[in-house]
């Protein structure tokens, strides 16, 4: 079984702070990953994916990428009230299996 | 607009009663999706298609039918077999497999509810 792991929370941080959600991953082969952000009752919207090792940024999000290690994170900098939600990574693993989703890690920006 | 539509937003079943939920997309996307999320829970995969006339079970298929005869509708159909149907349904859709292809998007979700 190809499974991804998240703490499920919730991961509490002041308003302006950075919130660090974390990911493992058990196939070594997984080549894409995926941050979704899902509000309370909504559907998942896509944050950022990311396929290379290192570091991508788009504006206070930054997906971090580990290979190795087998472990991704989202980094949100400025936290924001509006930030609050459950967060999501999910990664497509080898050979030709569909998507495979965490738990979610549930997110509250104290204001 | 492109996107995704799922109908309808809330569906009531009676014990023993079929029921279907629509999925439409018009992003002239390959692969299509069904989801089932509990409360507290993640995403579990019921059924995906990669291509119009063929699908593939997922996780959690017993239960559910599906169909795709056409490239951008993907029902789902809870057959009364399925005895815990109380949920969130979610479909999504991605342009393909591959590197940057399969990303996918959601629709907003179908609440069922058994009366």
């Known amino acids: 079984q190809k499974e991804v792991e998240q703490n499920s929370g919730p991961l509490s941080v002041p308003e302006g702070a950075i919130a660090s959600l974390n990911c493992t991953y058990s196939?070594?082969?997984?080549?894409?990953f995926f941050w979704y952000r899902q509000y309370s009752g909504k559907s998942p919207e896509l944050i950022m994916f990311i396929y290379s090792n290192g570091d991508k940024e788009d504006g206070r999000f930054t997906a971090q990428l580990n290979k190795a290690s087998q472990y991704v994170s989202l980094l949100i900098r400025d936290s924001q009230p509006s930030d609050s939600a459950t967060y999501l990574c999910?990664?497509?693993?080898?050979?030709?299996?569909?998507?495979?989703f965490g738990k979610g890690t549930r997110l509250s920006v104290i204001a | 607009d492109g996107g995704i539509t799922q109908s309808p937003k809330y569906l009531f079943r009676k014990e023993g009663q079929n029921v279907t939920l629509s999925c439409e997309q018009n992003l002239n996307h390959d692969a299509m999706y069904w989801y089932r999320q509990d409360p507290g829970q993640g995403l579990r995969l019921i059924y995906y298609s990669q291509i119009v006339n063929d699908f593939q079970k997922g996780d959690i298929a017993e239960g559910y039918s599906v169909s795709r005869e056409k490239k951008e509708s993907f029902p789902l159909t809870v057959t009364s077999a399925q005895k815990n149907p109380t949920a969130f349904y979610l479909c999504?859709?991605?342009?393909?497999?591959?590197?940057?292809?399969?990303?996918?998007?959601f629709g907003p979700g179908t609440r069922l509810l058994v009366l």
């Open positions: 999910a990664v497509i693993p080898s050979g030709n299996t569909p998507l495979v």
């Open positions: 196939d070594r082969g997984s080549q894409s």
């Open positions: 999504a859709s991605s342009k393909n497999r591959g590197m940057g292809q399969e990303t996918q998007y």
